[in-house]
Structures are given as C-alpha cells and as structure tokens.
C-alpha cells in the first residue's frame, strides 16, 4: 500500500490528492510511529514527496509531523532512514526557499521604481512563514542526534547523499548568524573543513564543492570562522548582539 501511495505521491497532482484524503495525515503519521522500520521508510519518502516543490504542502507536512518523528528517525541505526529524514527535511527546505525566492520578481519595464509587485497582505504572509522557517531551522540544529547524523551524511561518498545533507546545512547557516554558529561550535564543522581540503583535488562533483564553498564563505560573512588557510572558529562572546 505504501509503495502505491509513494508513486501517486510523486506528482504534484497526487500529492496534493493525498492531502485531500487524508487531510490531517493521520493515516501517514501511523505508519511512522511504528516500530516496523519498512513502514517509517516507506512513511518517511512519501512526505519527503508531498513536501517537495510546494511551501503549502511543506508547512502542512511540518506543521503536522513536527520534529520529534524526525529526530526519531536520525537517531535509528539503519542504512536508509536517516537519509530518507535528510531528504525530508532537504524538500522542506527547497520548498521555503521557493517562496523566499518569490519575493524576487523582476521589476517590468516602464513602471515606476518604487513598483512593489506584493501587496500588504501577500508581504505580511511571506514575513510569517520565513519566520516560522527561522523557528523550525532553530528546532532542527538543537535536534540531539542531528549532528552525528549530519557528520556521517556529509561525508557520505555518494554524492547524491551529500548533496542534500550539504544542501540542508546550507540554507540553515543562511538563516541567520544564531543558527549559523549553532552548527559552527560543533564537530560538524571540522568535518565541513577536512571534507573542503580532502574534495579540492577534484574528486567531488561541482556542486557539492560549491555547496561546501557557500557554507563557509556565509560563515566568513558572519564573522564566526577567521579567513585563513585553516578557517580557525573564532570564540563568539556569549554576551555579543546577533545581527
């Protein structure tokens, strides 16, 4: 049944034919409670799907599943859970990005440079949510077991894997300069770094280098790590104002 319901769910049209049905993903949320690994997979992939490519259907999967399952989830010993966690979590996070990036419209020609094309109230909606995405980024970092899952899914040698676990740590160090040296003070750091030196023969491909590259330029931005050949984290002063 799982496997049928993660094929529909991989069109937007079938996800959001999920979310009608069972609109509270209650059904959904039995599946990943239980202690049959093969259903939380199965349970995990289908919300990676339904969240993906829609901030809607992100928020309602977020706001339903929360974090616990999905710390739950990193915590397992198993080969594919984490990873399917990081994906869904990955999806989550494209699809915030997505709307973040609607407030990028091109201005048309020959309107007057103050032209806003988001009235107050769209403004005030998409305020909320990158709100309510600083929250659920602060929620993530804090997770207990995300930084040793984060730790062996960056240093994965299957590029796909590593993408979306680099992916993720990006858009959460983008968040803000809080969250940022949240994930700097830990050990995922030095593992970001060692992974950096090892990966710039060339033996990884360009877009984990470029991932890996944003990381610590945003953390250099911060002012968090120092500009050196070894990046050294710099002892934030506990007392010291966030921009």
Do not use: W
Not at 143 to 169: G, H, M, N, P, W
């Amino acid at each position: 049944a799982l496997n049928n319901i993660l094929v529909i769910s991989r069109e937007s049209s079938g996800a959001d034919a999920i979310l009608a049905y069972d609109t509270d993903l209650k059904h959904l949320m039995e599946f990943i409670q239980r202690d049959d690994r093969t259903c939380i997979l199965g349970a995990l992939r289908i919300f990676a799907e339904i969240a993906k490519n829609s901030y809607k259907r992100a928020e309602i999967v977020y706001n339903t599943l929360g974090l616990k399952p999905i710390s739950r989830c990193f915590a397992m010993n198993h080969a594919e859970i984490p990873t399917s966690a990081s994906i869904l979590v990955h999806n989550m996070l494209m699809s915030i990005c997505d709307l973040e990036n609607r407030r990028k419209v091109r201005k048309p020609v020959n309107v007057p440079y103050n032209f806003d094309p988001l009235d107050d109230e769209d403004r005030k909606k998409i305020n909320e949510y990158l709100e309510e995405n600083r929250i659920i980024c602060d929620k993530i970092i804090n997770v207990k077991s995300f930084t040793e899952t984060f730790k062996q899914l960056c240093a994965s040698e299957d590029d796909a894997i590593q993408y979306r676990a680099l992916y993720v740590i990006r858009n959460l160090v983008r968040t803000n300069k809080e969250i940022a040296m949240g994930i700097v003070q830990t050990d995922l750091m030095d593992v970001l770094f060692a992974i950096k030196e090892i990966k710039e023969d060339g033996s990884t491909n360009e877009k984990n280098r470029k991932l890996l590259s944003d990381i610590i330029q945003q953390c250099l931005s911060y002012g968090l790590i120092q500009p050196n050949k070894d990046h050294t984290i710099i002892e934030e002063d506990e007392n010291a104002d966030f921009d």
